[in-house]
Each structure stands twice: as C-alpha cells, then as structure tokens.
C-alpha cells in the first residue's frame, strides 16, 4: 500500500471511531429496544479484489427490521480512489463526503435520513 493510500485508511477509520461509530452504536441500541436485529461490522481496506462487492475500508450498519423477510444495510465506504467517503443505503442514491468534512450533524442526519426510509420500507 502506497503512502497516500496508507494515510487515507487511517484517516477513514480514525473518523469511524470519533464520530461514525459512536452514532451508529446509539441507532443499534435504540433500534434493538424496538424489537428489530441490527448490528454493525467492518471489513478493512485490501488493495486486491477479493470477489467482495468493495476492497474496503467499509463500515456497516445492517438492519432486519421486526417482521420484515430481508436486511437493509446502510454502509459508510471509504472510497481511496476519490479521497472521499460514501454513505451508500439499500437503492438510494450514494451521497459523497469529504473525509474531513464529516461531522456529528451530518452522519445523524444521514442516518436518521435512511432509518425513515428503511424501517417503512415493505417489499
């Protein structure tokens, strides 16, 4: 892994723990308080395809609601080609953040943007 590319997913997951995680851990808790399985799992940057839909770095917010046959996932992908980071939820449009940019107020509003839609969503 080159230098750019090194610094890039450390700087994705150091944003991750300070401020991703700890929001993403919150909505599981309260999300598990109203009946429904949710957890979160990571899978770390490999500069080799690996037959996964990405090389990584990803951080994963997966969702079965109560009563529904299929899990939705809302995943915070690190795209190290573009420096950036997407916030990619179940056929919705990927939304693009600086790395850098990223706060508090933006990650709950994309959370709780995704929960309104994936917690009503009926097949």
């Not at 909505?27 to 037959?51: C, F, I, M, Q």
């Not at 693009?96 to 009503?120: C, F, G, M, S, Y």
Request: net charge negative.
């Amino acid at each position: 892994m080159d230098r750019d590319t090194d610094l890039f997913v450390q700087a994705f997951w150091v944003k991750c723990r300070d401020v991703i995680r700890p929001e993403l851990d919150r909505v599981v808790d309260e999300l598990k308080r109203a009946g429904h399985d949710a957890n979160v799992s990571t899978h770390e940057y490999s500069p080799v395809a690996d037959h996964l839909p990405d090389i990584g770095p990803v951080l994963t917010l997966t969702v079965h609601p109560k009563g529904a046959p299929e899990g939705r996932t809302l995943q915070f992908h690190g795209d190290v080609a573009k420096g950036s980071l997407e916030i990619i939820g179940n056929g919705a449009k990927a939304h693009r953040h600086e790395l850098a940019a990223l706060d508090e107020p933006v990650v709950k509003r994309e959370i709780t943007d995704w929960l309104a839609v994936a917690l009503n969503h009926h097949p």
